[in-house]
């Protein structure tokens, strides 16, 4: 999976999705995702200078920007291999 970051977060630095592609089981749950995320989110920012963490608020499958997953589900209920996935959330 690739992440997509929605644009109006304000990214102090830019970080390449294509560099940090996410390798998730499908039996994974969303919320494992999220944190997974924010934990690459902190290390890449680490590593550029800027130290930042990700605090998501909400996850989506690309192809439907319009339902936010629930935290609680399946990985593989709303992803196949190679998909993009947005978040939205806070940068502190």
Not at 13 to 37: G, Q, R, T, W
Request: charged share 20%; aromatic share 8%; glycine share 6%.
């Amino acid at each position: 999976l690739t992440v997509w970051f929605h644009p109006s977060m304000r990214m102090p630095v830019k970080v390449d999705p294509k560099a940090i592609p996410f390798n998730v089981s499908a039996n994974s749950l969303v919320v494992d995702l999220m944190e997974e995320c924010e934990d690459v989110f902190q290390e890449e920012t680490t590593k550029l200078g800027v130290p930042l963490e990700l605090q998501i608020n909400v996850l989506w499958n690309i192809k439907d920007h319009s339902k936010a997953l629930n935290p609680n589900e399946k990985v593989g209920l709303h992803f196949a291999s190679g998909e993009t996935f947005g978040v939205y959330g806070d940068i502190v």
